[in-house]
């Protein structure tokens, strides 16, 4: 919603490219936007409303909607009454209303919030079925005004068949259980995810210890940090100054992969992650930024890279020339209101005198994308095109245990991994405050390996986890955007998001996917509960 109205000029010099962002800038952009209501489209201003009301408590000293006379706690079975209208609530509807909560504690700057939820989905592919589900809660506690801390964790579980055992859409990689399944299905597979922070917020910023997912990047599949991953612990600190930002965070996650045990446990070595960004609104048309990121490991952690601040490049040259340092540059510019522009380049390994060849250290990503905002119908709209390159060998190290740019094997940045090229259309309608539609369509391309290579020594560049030294030399001066075997996949997907109450969501989804000699229909409808 912000996103789409700073491209339509309602909001100058919005930054929304380190996510998750703050609660407070959030709802100063609310602010901002309320001021211009009379600018908005009728639909644009309901949902204005829609979201001050989830944001009441950054923005006025006003109690939770639940909370009676002088009451300080609020949970559905403290009586009867309530706990009718607590459940009539699952089944109602009520415009500008905060979100639900199922315990609430507000007092004196201090506040606990408590959520429970869940998802339940019908999953069809052709003939084949499953069933994925979650279970969900999260805790929110606000103490003294300074320190916010927050859990949350979604159990997640599918029954299925072996001809439908794709992992599905939730699964950001770990070491899933399997079980007998049920309902008439072979299998039950499940995982899970945490997410917690403890943060103290003050003028010089937000400093956090953390696990969360983290999305660094302007683009829609972004290259820097994507929600590609399992959560990861890390240290934090940012801190926003005018109108730029900047973020750090020194992070422990899992090499690409491990072949020691100790009774019968896999074990790892370290690995870190090190990253800090520099965002700035150079006008209010204009927008840049500058990321560096830095991977080890097989140590205790480097106090260098501890230092927020510090030019990571210049401090690996004297610490340990093995680590991996991966630079990022983005941009953003608005020609006109309903128009922006926008670019990530990615740099590993650049010969600028080989920059244009064909040669195989040339390990850099481009990206770029369009955003128009429109009206049809008096319906906000918008279209985003995005078109990605990634070169093969990109995010790979001659150390692939610490230095590769994954955790768990699975990529950090750009989900298709190296060795791709990937256009992206999205369409969206916002019909009214409760309906929502997207149509949109995807090309990728990638290079397999080739059959008759699959059996040699080599390593290849399609895999973010392998050691780019152990490259056939074939390729050496050989490689340009795409390699090997090329294929390419076609998708089409509708989404249609109903919100049938305050805590029910209906999503129904429905894609047909051409290419690689097959063609696939799949259907879903999901409900999903967060009370």
Same mark, same amino acid.
């Given at each position: 919603y912000l996103d789409r109205l700073s491209t339509q000029g309602m909001l100058q010099a919005y930054m929304n490219a380190t996510?998750?962002?703050?609660?407070?800038? *959030?709802?100063?952009?609310? =602010?901002?936007?309320?001021?211009?209501?009379?600018?908005?489209?009728?639909?644009?201003?309901k949902i204005l409303d829609e979201y001050m009301a989830d944001y009441r408590l950054e923005r006025e000293e006003k109690p939770y909607f639940q909370l009676q006379n002088t009451e300080n706690t609020y949970h559905p079975f403290q009586s009867g009454q309530k706990f009718k209208r607590g459940f009539r609530d699952v089944f109602?509807?009520?415009?500008?209303?905060?979100?639900? $909560?199922?315990?609430?504690y507000e007092?004196?700057?201090?506040?606990?919030?408590?959520?429970?939820?869940?998802?339940?989905? /019908?999953e069809r592919q052709d003939a084949k079925t499953r069933l994925p589900y979650i279970y969900h809660y999260s805790l929110a506690a606000i103490l003294a005004?300074?320190? =916010?801390?927050?859990?949350?964790?979604?159990?997640?579980?599918?029954?299925?068949?072996?001809?439908?055992?794709?992992?599905?859409?939730?699964?950001?990689g770990g070491y899933p259980l399997y079980n007998n399944g049920f309902y008439g299905y072979e299998t039950e597979m499940s995982f899970e995810y945490a997410h917690a922070y403890i943060q103290y917020s003050s003028n010089i910023g937000n400093i956090a210890m953390k696990a969360e997912p983290l999305k660094w990047g302007n683009g829609r599949n972004s290259l820097i940090l994507s929600n590609n991953v399992p959560p990861y612990a890390?240290?934090?600190?940012?801190?926003q100054l005018g109108k730029s930002r900047? !973020?750090?965070? $020194?992070? !422990?996650i899992l090499p690409a992969e491990s072949d020691k045990t100790i009774n019968g446990l896999i074990t790892n070595e370290p690995k870190y992650l090190v990253g800090h960004r520099w965002e700035v609104a150079i006008t209010n048309k204009l927008q840049g930024a500058f990321t560096e990121m830095l991977l080890y490991g097989d140590r205790h952690p480097e106090f260098a890279y501890l230092i927020p601040t510090t030019l990571l490049w210049s401090v690996q040259h004297n610490v340990n020339n093995g680590d991996n340092i991966i630079w990022f540059i983005e941009s953003e510019y608005y020609p006109f209101d309903g128009f922006k522009l926008y670019n990530t380049i990615m740099i590993d390994e650049l010969t600028t005198?080989?920059?244009?060849?064909?040669?195989? $250290?040339?390990? &850099?990503?481009?990206?770029?994308?369009?955003?128009?905002? /429109?009206?049809?119908?008096?319906?906000p709209s918008s279209i985003n095109i995005e078109l990605t390159a990634a070169r093969p060998w990109v995010y790979t190290n001659k150390s692939p245990e610490t230095g590769t740019y994954t955790h768990n094997a699975r990529v950090l940045g750009f989900y298709p991994r190296p060795n791709t090229k990937l256009i992206t259309i999205e369409n969206y309608w916002w019909i009214n405050i409760r309906n929502r539609f997207k149509i949109a369509y995807e090309r990728l391309k990638f290079g397999a390996e080739p059959i008759e290579n699959k059996l040699d020594e080599y390593h290849f560049g399609n895999n973010s986890s392998k050691n780019y030294t152990l490259a056939n030399p074939d390729y050496h001066d050989k490689t340009g &955007?795409?390699?090997?075997?090329?294929? =390419?996949? $076609?998708? *089409?997907?509708?989404?249609?998001?109903?919100?049938?109450?305050?805590?029910?969501?209906?999503?129904?989804?429905?894609?047909h996917k051409w290419g690689l000699s097959e063609y696939g229909n799949s259907y879903s409808i999901q409900m999903n509960i967060d009370y």
């Open positions: 996510l998750p962002l703050n609660r407070d800038y *959030i709802a100063d952009m609310l =602010t901002n936007l309320a001021t211009k209501r009379d600018l908005l489209s009728v639909i644009d201003s109602s509807y009520t415009a500008n209303q905060e979100d639900h $909560h199922l315990a609430v007092k004196e700057g201090n506040l606990v919030w408590l959520d429970v939820g869940g998802m339940a989905r /019908y005004d300074n320190f =916010t801390v927050f859990s949350e964790a979604d159990l997640f579980a599918m029954v299925y068949n072996s001809d439908f055992s794709e992992y599905p859409d939730e699964f950001r890390m240290f934090s600190w940012d801190k900047f !973020s750090f965070f $020194h992070g !422990s005198s080989k920059m244009f060849d064909d040669y195989m $250290h040339n390990k &850099w990503i481009i990206q770029g994308g369009a955003n128009f905002v /429109y009206n049809i119908n008096k319906w &955007w795409l390699i090997g075997d090329i294929k =390419t996949a $076609h998708t *089409i997907s509708f989404l249609w998001e109903y919100q049938l109450s305050n805590i029910l969501e209906l999503v129904l989804h429905a894609s």
